[in-house]
Structure formats: C-alpha cells, structure tokens
C-alpha cells in the first residue's frame, strides 16, 4: 500500500497568462521539487512538494489571483437617483470606482490603478462569435470552459423523441408499487437522492413493470394540520419501463428520471405558458434559438420559513428603494461575485452558440429580486425576452409542509416548472445545488451542457437572518424596526452581510437598517 502525502494543494482559479496558457506548465516555469519516503509497517509513505515562480504583469493580479471562497466583492455600479444628504456616503460609495474590495485570508490588497481591468465582456471577440477567441473567465474557468466549444451544428432537441431513442423505453406490462416513500428534501434532493433510485430498484426486480412511487401518507398526529409533498400529485403513473441505473447519475438515471417526471396537467400548462412567451415574441416568431437556463439559489425562501418574523419586521424598507436599485442587489448576495458570475455565463453561451443575440435565457432562483437583476445584466445579450416562471416561490419541501393547502401546491407547481424548462434548456448554468442537478438528469437522451459552479449564497444569508430573528424579539413597535443589536451580534451581523464592512450599506446613517434593507430588496 503507498499513501501520497502531498503539501502542495491549490485552491480556487488556476493561475493563467493571456491567450489561455496556464502558468504551471512544466516549461518556462523555475520551480524546485523535494520528495521524502518513509517505510512504516508496510505502508510507504511519499511526500512532496512543489514550489515554482513565474513573471506576471501587474496588472493581472487584481483578477487572477483569487481563491473561490473569497468571490465575494464589491464591484461598481451607477445611482441616478439623489439620495438623501445623510446617506450620501452610500451613493459615492456605490458610483465610486475607487471603493476598496473586501480583501479575505492572505489576498493581497492592490492600489487602486491595479485594480481596474478593461470589461473583457464588451470585447468583440465573445459578441461576434470567433471560435478562435478564448474569453478570460473570472469565475470557475474550469467549468465554463468545459461547456463553451462552439455548436456550430446545434439543433433543437425534443426530449421525448430523444427519451425513445436514447432511453429504448417499453411499453410496461404491470405495475410495481412501493408505499410509504419518506420524502423529506426538495424535489431536486428526492429525486437523485430517493425517488430515481426507489424506481431503479422496483425495475430490476420486475424489469417489465412500471414504478408506481407513493409518499408517505398524512400522518395528523405527527404534523397535525400539515400538508406532505406527494410526488405523484403533480406527475403522472409511468407507463413505460427503462433498464435499471448501477451508477450514479448515469445514462440510465437520466432515463429514469425522465420516465418518472411527466407532468400532470397544472404543471404542464405553466411550462406551456413560458415556451409562448419565447415563441410569441417578435425577435423569435418563427425561428429557432438554443435556449440557456442559469439557475441561482440564494436561500431566500427558507428564510421566508425560517426567519419571515425578523425580515416582515422591516417593513417595505421604502426609505432605502431609491439608493438600493436593481442594479446593485450583487452587493446583496453572500459567497459569490454574482455579477462576475453571470457575465460569464452569458461569455460561454456566446461563444457556445454563436455571438450576442444568438440565445434565449430563462432565469430560475427563489429570490425574485435576482431574477430581476438578471434581466437587467443580461437583457441586451439575448433574442428575446428574460422569462422566468411567475407562479409562488418556495422550497417545496418545506411548502410541502406548509399548513396552506393552496400555497403548498402552488410552491410546488412551480418547483416542477422550473424543474422542467431547466431540463429542456441546451445549456444549463448554476450555483451548487441538487435542484439544478436533477434538472439536467431529466434532459435524458438530449446533449444538454451543464456547469456548476462553487457558491452557497445561502449561508452567509442563513447567518443573518439568524441575527434579525433573535433581535425581533425586543424590537419596538415601529412602522420602520432598526434592528437593535448587542456589540457581539454587531460583530457577527457585519462580518455575515456580502463584503463585511466593506458593502456600501455600511456606511448609511443606519448601517444595520440600510443593510438589511439592502438584502431584503435585492431578494424580494
């Protein structure tokens, strides 16, 4: 047995020159390699460790040298409107191109003149389609790289026409049942975790009968006046029967889970509305576009089931609309360079399919606030309009619970929507989710290409609104609450908010107010 001991782990970005070239290549690199081996009990023991040097232009540090953990920035942005005199801080510090970045770990801190780099998005390269081009990625290289090879010969993929040839899918013959299934994660959860599988299994046993998959029933002594998700309340009984799955998220998990995932009539009809927003436009009648889906969880619907007392307590924030645009709900979202993030997503479907104005865009998140920022970031890089599903937004599990009958179903109506149209997009882009995931199980036999990327929005947003609970509380009765925190809870509610000290928000008058407000509008 040998065990590798290895000191020489890199996170996050690999580093690289222009035109595409990484730095670590074995030549033009000085680096020094040292190797100790050690025999103990039998086991041999190899440690190594690798250290190079490299010339870099200063100029590239400001981007290329960033772990993904430390994503989180602040960027600039335009305010038109005027702000009140006491906030003006906030105004200049959201126009201001000179506002430092949050600087986490051992980043270096650059001078400003370092910092700025030209806007790669706007360089002709990535709008006119040049297969030649390669876009410098800011965020996870890796992954979009892995998606964005021309498809110059990309035609429209029907999934069930694909499901047939692809999945040879049989007419069933019986049924095989299992009761009792405990669902107790989100549909995207279930369905790799527990529903693909249960139906694997069922088909293995009896190859030619159907899976007939049914939750666990009501159980009122339990959650009395609680409403359980049932999977088979919003997609049909099987009829026909696929080979069985030995392998995680293989081929055949994909036709099982397209096979199990036909929608009943409410869903069906939502996923019917979006495709007529797509066909009916102007700019698309009659032609044909690939269609790109970015999905983005940010946690915000459950915190409207965790921490809604705390955020309802703030009231419309309506004194801080005019300084907290659309445009700046970046600011607002934990863990990840949002804007980085989705002007390099809409880089890849560019060069992916052909240039700017080549592409559809459906956006999915459970914050509405979000999906308006994306249609105002990317509106302009698409045919078409920016859609997203309009039905009620939730985590359907925690929905699913719900003591409202008619909001558990809609929560999970448009779970499946979503669900759905993610499944059928060309290219599909998202933050670290199974919802997503499950998603791209469902495309079955069609070539979807699937990135997804490092980010958990959810758990700086989480913390936060852990802090505005406990405050709620002792609030006073005030059209307009201001969080009242103890020097302690100060700490960590300004080191859990988006850039720490360093988000625009903290330099209102009312600092915890004006960023609270600042993620609550960006969300909501």
């Known amino acids: 047995m040998v065990q590798v001991v290895s000191r020489s782990k890199i996170r996050g970005i690999p580093l690289r020159r222009k035109k595409n070239h990484y730095l670590w290549r074995p030549f033009g690199l000085d680096y020094r390699v040292w190797l100790l081996c050690a025999v103990v009990s039998g086991t041999v023991f190899v440690a190594y460790n690798v250290d190079f040097s490299f010339d870099l232009d200063k100029s590239e540090l400001g981007t290329k040298l960033r772990k993904k953990k430390d994503l989180t920035h602040i960027a600039t942005s335009q305010v038109d409107a005027d702000l009140p005199v006491v906030d003006a801080t906030i105004k200049r510090e959201l126009k201001d191109p000179a506002v430092d970045k949050p600087q ?6 650059l001078p400003v003149q370092q910092q700025q780099q030209p806007d790669l998005h706007t360089q002709n390269g990535v709008s006119n389609g040049n297969p030649s081009f390669r876009y410098e990625y800011t965020y996870a290289p890796k992954e979009l790289q892995k998606i964005d090879d021309p498809w110059s010969d990309w035609t429209p993929c029907d999934l069930q026409s694909a499901f047939q ?6 007419p069933a013959t019986c049924t095989s049942i299992k009761d009792d299934v405990l669902n107790n994660h989100g549909i995207g959860n279930s369905l790799e975790v527990t529903y693909v599988k249960v139906a694997s299994e069922l088909m293995k046993e009896k190859p030619d009968c159907a899976p007939i998959i ?22 049909k009984e099987p009829t026909v029967v696929v080979a069985s799955s030995n392998l995680w998220r293989d081929q055949n998990a994909k036709c099982i889970t397209y096979a199990i995932t036909q929608p009943r009539e409410a869903v069906a009809e939502k996923v019917h509305i979006i495709q007529e927003k797509y066909r009916q436009h102007p700019e698309i009648a009659g032609k044909q576009y690939p269609l790109v889906a970015i999905h983005l969880r940010t946690g915000w619907s459950d915190e409207m089931q965790r921490n809604k ?11 801080y609309r005019d300084q907290f645009p659309v445009d700046v709900a970046f600011h607002a979202v934990s863990d990840v360079a949002l804007k980085d993030m989705l002007l390099d997503a809409a880089a890849a479907a560019d060069r992916a399919f052909g240039g700017t104005g080549k592409w559809r865009l459906y956006v999915a998140s459970d914050a509405p606030g979000i999906r308006k920022y994306v249609q105002h970031l990317l509106q302009t890089r698409v045919v078409g ?14 929905g699913g619970m719900a003591t409202n ?25 998202c933050l670290s989710s199974k919802f997503p995931a499950a998603a791209n ?27 505005l609970r406990k405050a709620f509380s002792s609030r006073s009765k005030t059209s307009q609450w201001s969080p009242s925190l103890d020097d302690e809870s100060k700490t960590s509610f300004f080191a859990a908010i988006p850039g720490g000290m360093n988000n625009p928000c903290t330099k209102a008058a009312d600092p915890i107010r004006a960023c609270s407000c600042l993620i609550k509008l960006s969300h909501a």
């Open 214 to 235: 049914k939750d666990m029933p009501i159980r009122p002594t339990v959650l009395p006046g609680t409403f359980l998700f049932r999977l088979l309340d919003y997609v």
């Open 405 to 429: 009958y008619d909001e558990k179903v809609d929560t999970s109506i448009s779970a499946f929507t979503d669900l759905i149209v993610m499944s059928e997009a060309d290219m599909l882009i």
């Open 441 to 467: 199980m469902r495309s079955g036999g069609c070539p979807q290409r699937f990135a997804q990327l490092q980010g958990h929005p959810r758990h700086g947003l989480a913390k936060t609104g852990d802090i």
């Open 104 to 109: 986490h770990d051992n980043a270096p801190i």
């Open 309 to 319: 007392n705390g955020w309802d307590a703030l009231g419309s924030c309506q004194d």
């Open 165 to 170: 040839t692809v999945c040879h899918p049989r």
């Open 385 to 398: 309009p920016v859609v997203w599903h309009e039905g009620r937004i939730g985590h359907n599990y925690l």
